[in-house]
């Protein structure tokens, strides 16, 4: 079974600094990766994705992500944060279910919290 | 525009009641799922469902059940509630291919006394 690994809970930064939030997956077969971000009183949504191709993905709002196939992680990281990314970020592989349909599974998470 | 609606954001039950959470999409999603989401835990899996009247055990199923009728609407049935299930209850929507995106209603907080 795919497992993935957030391995800080909750990731305290001032405004205006870099951050990176981490990420180890477990997966025998090629993966699909996803970021996906919920902020206060909202349900998921897609930050970013890898499916193949380049390593390096980027989301809209300048947050990126790099597949390490031989360290297993999928990183995310901003060069200089805004109080607006203040969220809980989740980490998650895409899988194929036996008998029909694909499932995600999801990390614990990782609470950012962007101080003035 | 994309979206997925759960019926309540809040709901208050006793203890031995049974519970309906209902939600609907509007993009003729082929797969759905629910999942309950504590601090601490993240998401987790309680049943999805690939295909209209199909269904499929998540990594938490015990206490909970699954209807799907219709291709737009996938209901979670707490048979008889306990404390230990309130929580977040998320449902999500997806496409069929494995590298779609799974779009997210905006949860229902649920807590049994």
């Known amino acids: 079974a795919q497992s993935v690994t957030q391995l800080d809970s909750q990731v305290p930064v001032f405004e205006e600094a870099p951050v990176e939030l981490r990420c180890n997956y477990s997966s025998s077969v090629s993966v699909y990766l996803f970021w996906y971000v919920q902020y206060p009183n909202q349900g998921l949504q897609l930050l970013l994705k890898?499916?193949?191709?380049?390593?390096l993905v980027e989301s809209i709002n300048g947050f990126e992500a790099e597949f390490n196939k031989s360290q297993t992680s999928f990183h995310l990281r901003k060069p200089s944060v805004h109080i607006s990314d203040t969220a809980e970020y989740f980490c998650?592989?895409?899988?194929?279910?036996?008998?029909?349909?694909?499932?995600?599974?999801f990390g614990t998470g990782t609470q950012l919290k962007v101080e003035l | 525009d994309v979206k997925v609606t759960q019926s309540s954001r809040y709901l208050v039950k006793r203890t031995g009641e049974k519970v309906f959470l209902e939600c609907v999409q509007d993009m003729d999603h082929e797969n759905m799922f629910w999942y309950r989401q504590d601090p601490g835990l993240g998401l987790r899996l309680i049943y999805f469902?690939?295909?209209?009247?199909?269904?499929e055990k998540g990594d938490i199923p015990e206490g909970y059940s699954v209807s799907r009728e219709k291709k737009e609407r996938f209901s979670l049935i707490l048979e008889s509630a306990s404390t230990n299930q309130t929580s977040m209850y998320l449902c999500?929507?997806?496409?069929?291919?494995?590298?779609?995106?799974?779009?997210f209603g905006p949860g229902t907080r649920l807590t049994v006394l």
């Open positions: 999500a929507s997806s496409p069929e291919d494995l590298t779609d995106t799974q779009y």
């Open positions: 890898y499916l193949s191709g380049s390593t």
């Open positions: 469902s690939y295909d209209v009247k199909m269904k």
């Open positions: 998650a592989v895409s899988d194929r279910v036996t008998g029909g349909g694909n499932k995600l599974t």
